[in-house]
């Protein structure tokens, strides 16, 4: 059958380069996108565009009918910082658009899902350094709340109805070609732009606030070998741990100054450090490495290379 690739949220940080990815892979045409705002001039000229709010089921029937549509990356979602201020919106954007997907998939109208899950699914009570895969889990935020329901949601529909659902659990992502938006990892992308416009920034965590942190490029290529694996080589269906590196703000702000010397970094910390208490040190994903091989390439020091080279003049 012919590949057609439907991308929900795909003006988003990580929507937009995995549409990029997935055309260059398969094909402009092979690969819509969908969000419920335009997204920038780039991402809209590569290829098909479509309006949608992925909480419209009967909008998302139509059109996955009409472009038979047989694979299906959700990637709308309100993220913790936001999702805290905006509880019951939370609660039904990241949930109904999952059961849309979910319920198309068990009625074969769709064939294989991406849905993305996060670290955020640990709580308080979780082992904070080299997380496990099962371990205590108990979030603490409603994004958290929202993340491990879906969880459980996914594993439920492939183990009850063979739904070929497949998960990551994303560590913060940082990304130059599009910002993030409304979430506690934020701040390790804002600080490379500040540190090139006014080599100052100010960080909403502490400086001793260690979390899991990947760059987008290993997301997109940990995404894609995922969903490339041999359904059979997919044990967990509920999510992946996956892991690159780990750093706080000061350790991040000592590898900017390595580029930009005058650069400088003050804290103010807010609600978010809450939520970033929360969450583990650094992630045990030896689960991703053995059943599809993952392993991450970058690591704080080509990371911070990469953004000032392409942020940068
Ligand atoms: N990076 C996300 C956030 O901070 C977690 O998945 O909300």
């Given at each position: 059958m012919k590949k057609s690739i439907l991308i929900l949220g795909a003006c988003g940080q990580i929507g937009t380069e995995l549409t990029y990815a997935l055309r260059e892979k398969y094909g402009s045409d092979?690969?819509?996108?969908?969000?419920i705002r335009e997204g920038k001039e780039d991402l809209m000229n590569s290829g098909p565009f479509e309006l949608l709010d992925a909480t419209d089921f009967n909008a998302l029937e139509e059109l996955i009918a009409y472009y038979e549509i047989n694979e299906v990356y959700l990637m709308a979602a309100m993220l913790s910082a936001t999702a805290e201020k905006f509880p019951m919106r939370a609660w039904n954007l990241n949930m109904n658009s999952l059961f849309n997907v979910l319920v198309l998939a068990k009625e074969k109208k769709i064939d294989k899902i991406f849905w993305p899950s996060s670290i955020a699914v640990f709580g308080p009570?979780?082992?904070k350094n080299s997380t496990p895969?099962?371990?205590i889990m108990e979030p603490s935020t409603v994004y958290g709340i929202s993340k491990q329901s879906g969880e459980r949601w996914c594993n439920y529909y492939h183990t009850k109805f063979g739904v070929d659902v497949?998960?990551?659990?994303?560590?913060?992502?940082?990304?130059?070609?599009?910002?993030p938006g409304g979430g506690t990892t934020d701040y390790a992308v804002e600080i490379y732009h500040k540190a090139l416009s006014e080599k100052s920034y100010t960080c909403f965590l502490k400086e001793d606030t260690r979390l899991p942190m990947m760059f987008m490029d290993d997301a997109i290529r940990a995404t894609l070998l995922l969903m490339e694996s041999d359904s059979a080589a997919?044990?967990?269906?509920?999510?992946?741990?996956l892991a690159a590196m780990s750093f706080s703000p000061n350790e991040i702000a000592t590898s900017i100054k390595n580029h930009i010397p005058d650069f400088e970094i003050f804290y103010k910390p807010d609600f978010r450090q809450d939520i970033a208490d929360s969450w583990p040190n650094s992630i045990d994903d030896k689960e991703a490495r053995r059943d599809w091989g993952w392993e991450a390439e970058f690591n704080l020091e080509r990371t911070t290379e990469k953004m000032l080279s392409n942020l940068g003049p």
């Open positions: 092979t690969v819509i996108a969908s969000d009570n979780t082992p895969q099962n371990t497949r998960s990551v659990r994303y560590p913060g992502l940082i990304s130059w070609k599009t910002m997919i044990k967990v269906r509920s999510s992946y741990n």
